[in-house]
């Protein structure tokens, strides 16, 4: 499956070819996980409306809930001023996160030295 | 300044020792943009409590609103699960995108293919 030229130009990918995607829930605004795209998962991913991500781990094509159920399926694909960035408004089926956690930024707080606002 | 050793050790960098940072305003849950940090930049946010960047183009440091004065003040840093990718709930004075939108996510709709849910 191609990517429609149009997008394929506006695209800036890093040198491996592929672009950071943000995973949003829809209707919370939860930010669920950051994953990485090629042309072809996000050829894949707005034909068939379920995100599809590129496993730079296992070097493979990624049907988000293939294996464990919890599919995303997407309300809304954006990509941001200087096409390097996607943004992805999901509807996430279960846990978004491989821990279990709701969202993968559940777990793990960085400390704000003192007062964070003027 | 140097980055806390037990946060530094938690990292998983990019080839070029960076990591991707996704800054969500904290109330009403919009997705602002993404940007990059090394070591140092997220040193200086967590203890400035400022959202200060990598710029991957202008190969500098970049105190988000020096020039703009379009600042992000802090209210919350997390690491995902696996260490790769930072989140920052801010306050966004003005716009976060250059380009005057509120969101660097406003401009550019991808087309989905037919319905989007089961």
Redo the contacts between chains.
């Keep these: 499956m191609s990517l429609?030229p149009a997008?394929a130009d506006?695209l800036k990918r890093t040198a491996d070819g592929l672009v950071?995607v943000?995973a949003?829930q829809y209707d919370?605004?939860?930010?669920l996980?950051?994953a990485w795209m090629n042309d072809e998962a996000?050829a894949r991913t707005?034909?068939?409306?379920r995100a599809t991500y590129w496993s730079r781990s296992r070097q493979e094509m990624w049907a988000k809930g293939d294996t464990s159920g919890h599919v995303q399926?997407?309300?809304?694909?954006?990509?941001?001023?200087?096409?390097d960035?996607?943004?992805l408004q999901v509807?996430q089926v279960g846990a978004a996160?491989?821990?279990g956690?709701r969202t993968?930024?559940d777990?793990?707080?960085?400390?704000?030295?003192?007062?964070?606002?003027?």
């Design positions: 429609d997008i506006r950071p943000i949003q919370t605004g939860e930010v996980m950051l996000l707005l034909s068939t409306g399926w997407v309300k809304d694909a954006r990509l941001d001023c200087d096409g960035t996607i943004l509807d996160c491989h821990t956690d993968c930024f777990a793990a707080v960085l400390p704000l030295a003192g007062g964070t606002s003027a």
